[in-house]
């Protein structure tokens, strides 16, 4: 199975609002400078977790993003299914037709793998990504940088 960067990228932006959620609205902006993801492209998950119920969007000044349930509510197969990246192994995509248009010998393995994985990341919660020590160590070292980027850019 394989993970684009869409799924990546979206549980990673994930975990940096529940982080600075804390703190009102967190923007796009904000989380494309700490993260390294492009703003055009959070823009585009962005709509996808909002129209799936799990961000809310706050208008005006000072606005931005809001988890729309509790950490703990949140699972990292809810983040991945609602931008739409398929948790699949098989060659198929489930359509039972990848050997001559035929179901293939391994079907089963790889669709027993996608139920094992599913059923993984349905485990996993956004409270516990977010209470991981490493995960905040990195986080304030992300904090860090982001600080210091504006006056480096004034020394430049």
């Known amino acids: 199975m394989r993970l684009t960067t869409k799924g990546r990228f979206a549980v990673t932006a994930m975990i940096d609002l529940a982080l600075h959620g804390g703190q009102g609205p967190v923007t796009l902006a904000g989380i494309s400078e700490r993260q390294k993801i492009s703003l055009s492209y959070l823009e585009q998950?962005?709509?996808?977790?909002?129209?799936?119920?799990?961000?809310g969007s706050v208008r005006g000044?000072?606005?931005g993003y809001r988890l729309a349930k509790p950490m703990s509510e949140?699972?990292?197969?809810?983040i991945i299914l609602a931008?739409?990246?398929?948790i699949d192994a098989t060659q198929c995509?489930?359509?039972?037709?990848?050997?001559?248009?035929?179901?293939?010998?391994t079907h089963d393995l790889w669709a027993s793998l996608n139920a094992r994985i599913r059923d993984y990341l349905a485990l996993v919660t956004l409270e516990q990504l977010?209470?991981?020590?490493?995960?905040?160590?990195?986080?304030?070292l992300q904090d860090m940088r982001a600080c210091k980027q504006p006056e480096e850019t004034a020394l430049a």
């Open 93 to 105: 995509g489930g359509k039972e037709n990848c050997h001559n248009d035929q179901r293939c010998m």
């Open 45 to 55: 998950l962005f709509g996808k977790l909002r129209r799936n119920k799990l961000v």
């Open 61 to 63: 000044p000072g606005g």
């Open 130 to 140: 977010v209470a991981n020590p490493k995960v905040n160590d990195i986080a304030v």
């Open 74 to 78: 949140v699972s990292v197969v809810d």
């Open 83 to 86: 931008v739409d990246e398929p």
